[in-house]
């Protein structure tokens, strides 16, 4: 799952997300403007601001609560994904990894192309998160107006972008012609300029690189790969396992309060 959240009017966003409990999978919460105030059962606190990053193993179980305020302009904009765990993971044990923005190396190109390298290696430079299930890569790009840009991915990982600041389009590198990947943009430009207006996901098939040309504005986007589980899965709500009896012995653990595992 991904979330965009992002918010000009304090009312819209100041309820937050309480406290609530998951199981079975990785969050990965990405600010770019305002706070995040955060809590767990662990005893756990404190607050994402502009630029930072939290990477919470959910693992065997845990209640907590992020509770979002905007800057001094009012606003709020940020990203949270989950990641999947596979099975012999599922019930680890839960632990964060809070990174502030200064972590994050930065890589800028000849060409004004800027790479923060979240998670992963890029262009030689390693993120500051370690130690994911997916072995991912969490890139924030941007690509400076009117250039065209090829990025490296994995053939063998599943690959995304999201597109949240300017315009452009993405291209089949191999193809000279451009075909654009998604029919749901073709021969359209996507256009993400507007705070309230559409965002747009595009998901890559195989292939070992990506090309991206910037409109009159730039663009920027995050580039997101991991590795597949190719595990089934079973989910509710919060709760991702891979079947529908651990999913019923995760309610029943909610419901007769031992849903925190005793860590040793």
């Known amino acids: 799952m991904f979330d965009d959240f992002r918010n000009e009017f304090p009312a819209d966003y100041l309820a937050g997300f309480p406290w609530h409990p998951h199981r079975g999978i990785e969050t990965i919460t990405y ?110 790009v941007y690509v400076p107006a009117n250039v065209t840009k090829t990025l490296k991915v994995d053939t063998y990982r599943n690959s995304f972008a999201y597109v949240f600041d300017g315009s452009g389009y993405f291209f089949e590198a191999a193809d000279p012609k451009g075909v654009l990947l998604e029919k749901e943009v073709m021969g359209q430009e996507v256009n993400i300029r507007d705070l309230s207006g559409n965002r747009t996901l595009v998901q890559f098939g195989t292939g070992d690189e990506i090309k991206v040309r910037a409109g009159e504005q730039g663009i920027r986007f995050l580039l997101i790969s991991g590795a597949p589980i190719q595990e089934p899965i079973a989910w509710h709500g919060p709760i991702v396992m891979n079947t529908r009896e651990e999913i019923y012995k995760a309610i029943s653990d909610l419901r007769n309060d031992t849903f925190i595992q005793p860590q040793h």
């Open 31 to 140: 600010v770019l403007n305002g706070t995040v105030e955060h809590g767990d059962s662990l005893g756990n606190s404190g607050t994402l601001g502009a630029g930072d990053v939290q990477w919470m193993t959910a693992g065997s179980g845990i209640l907590h609560q992020e509770m979002p305020k905007g800057n001094a302009g009012g606003q709020m904009h940020g990203f949270q994904l989950w990641s999947n765990l596979p099975s012999s993971l599922k019930m680890t044990a839960p632990r964060y990894q809070d990174v502030q923005g200064k972590e994050i190396p930065e890589i800028i190109d000849d060409d004004g192309t800027a790479v923060k390298v979240v998670v992963g290696n890029f262009w030689g430079k390693q993120g500051p998160v370690d130690g994911i299930a997916a072995d991912p890569q969490y890139l924030d």
